[in-house]
T-cell receptor, first 112, second 112 residues
Framework: DAKTTQPPSMDCAEGRAANLPCNHS???????VYWYRQIHSQGPQYIIH???NNETNEMASLIITEDRKSSTLILPHATLRDTAVYYC?????????????FGSGTRLLVRP | NAGVMQNPRHLVRRRGQEARLRCSPM?????VYWYRQLPEEGLKFMVY????????ESGMPKERFSAEFPKEGPSILRIQQVVRGDSAAYFC??????????FGPGTRLTVL
């Protein structure tokens, strides 16, 4: 079962920041938070991941609360092409690698 | 650097036939993962393989499904005696030892 909960849908205006919340209250100390998105029916696309500290890359920023029980993905200037389903995932370690347990995600609609 | 390749992209089978789905990982990646996505749902982990070894098959149905990742060639997900409930999108992902999982475009299986 997924270890995360997300709102089923959100919308934002084009050009504005999109803030997507995620709760992961049962996360363990060594488990990472990953974000992927799926545009239409394509394969999921990696966005960003983090453990404790906030992270930023060319796509997005990830803000993780100090107690690590929740996080927020920020798309600073959303475009129409950012319309997608966004998955917040707690990475589960396996022997020498890991698996991703997907939840239902948040369907983000960026409005013109 | 080519991404993860999957073929065929679309596959139609009649009930009782066999379906073979292929996945070529990204160059340099030795870890392959298969996920299944039913309509309007998130991805569900099926199996994790390294070259010639199945590491975790906890998400695989007990019957009719098998996977392999031979020393040479692509990873194969094989579904014997398909039923209508097998209709879904099947995604393959690959990773290096510690890197992110990169997903292929998926194979959409339709069982008539």
């Amino acid at each position: 079962d997924a270890k995360t909960t997300q709102p089923p849908s959100m919308d934002c205006a084009e050009g504005r920041a999109a803030n997507l919340p995620c709760n992961h209250s049962t996360i363990s100390g060594n488990e990472y938070v990953y974000w992927y998105r799926q545009i239409h029916s394509q394969g999921p696309q990696y966005i960003i991941h983090g453990l404790k500290n906030n992270e930023t890359n060319e796509m997005a920023s990830l803000i993780i609360t100090e107690d690590r029980k929740s996080s927020t993905l920020i798309l600073p200037h959303a475009t129409l092409r950012d319309t997608a389903v966004y998955y917040c995932i707690v990475r589960v370690a396996m022997d020498s690698s890991y698996k991703l347990i997907f939840g239902s995600g948040t369907r983000l609609l960026v409005r013109p | 650097n080519a991404g993860v390749m999957q073929n065929p992209r679309h596959l139609v089978r009649r009930r009782g036939q066999e379906a073979r789905l292929r996945c070529s990982p990204m160059k340099g990646h030795s870890h392959v993962y298969w996920y299944r996505q039913l309509p309007e749902e998130g991805l569900k982990f099926m199996v994790y393989l390294q070259k010639e070894n199945i590491i975790d098959e906890s998400g695989m149905p007990k019957e009719r499904f098998s996977a392999e990742f031979p020393k040479e060639g692509p990873s194969i997900l094989r579904i014997q005696q398909v039923v209508r409930g097998d209709s879904a999108a099947y995604f393959c992902a690959s990773s290096s030892d510690v890197g992110e999982q990169f997903f292929g475009p998926g194979t959409r299986l339709t069982v008539l």
